[in-house]
């Protein structure tokens, strides 16, 4: 078992800076990777970002390029996501989630632990 709470979202304005994070426990061990999806109402879950546990690997969404960047601090069992440049099409429900990692990342399926989720909200 996993357990994955996240923190730090809120509400900003377009052009603010915002970091997630993602406290880990449980079973965390070098076999797993942890990401982050969001999923804007009325939308699909959609994958952001994700990292492996134990090196450097590392995957980012397309729609999030460039503006985010996944890191994990392992004595601390946390993995943040920095967001930059923020657009009000970044508002959303987002999600850090764990799965092995050498499941496929892009697909929430292969996920099989999620924390509750931390809301992001960007005005204009």
């Known amino acids: 078992q996993v357990q994955l709470v996240e923190s730090g979202g809120g509400l900003v304005q377009a052009g603010d800076s915002l970091r997630l994070s993602c406290a880990a426990s449980?079973?965390?061990?070098?076999?797993?990777?942890v990401g982050w999806f969001r999923q804007a109402l009325g939308k699909e879950r959609e994958f952001v970002a994700s990292?492996?546990?134990?090196?450097?690997?590392?995957y980012y969404g397309d729609s999030v390029r460039g503006r985010v960047t996944i890191s994990r601090d392992n004595a601390k069992n946390t993995v943040y996501l920095q967001m930059n440049s923020l657009k009000p099409e970044d508002t959303a429900v987002y999600y850090c989630?764990?799965?092995?990692?050498?499941?496929?990342?892009?697909?929430?399926?292969?996920?099989?632990?999620w924390g509750q989720g931390t809301q992001v909200t960007v005005s204009s």
């Open positions: 449980g079973r965390t061990d070098s076999r797993i990777a």
């Open positions: 989630a764990a799965r092995p990692s050498s499941a496929w990342y892009r697909d929430a399926k292969f996920y099989n632990y």
């Open positions: 990292i492996n546990w134990n090196d450097d690997t590392i």
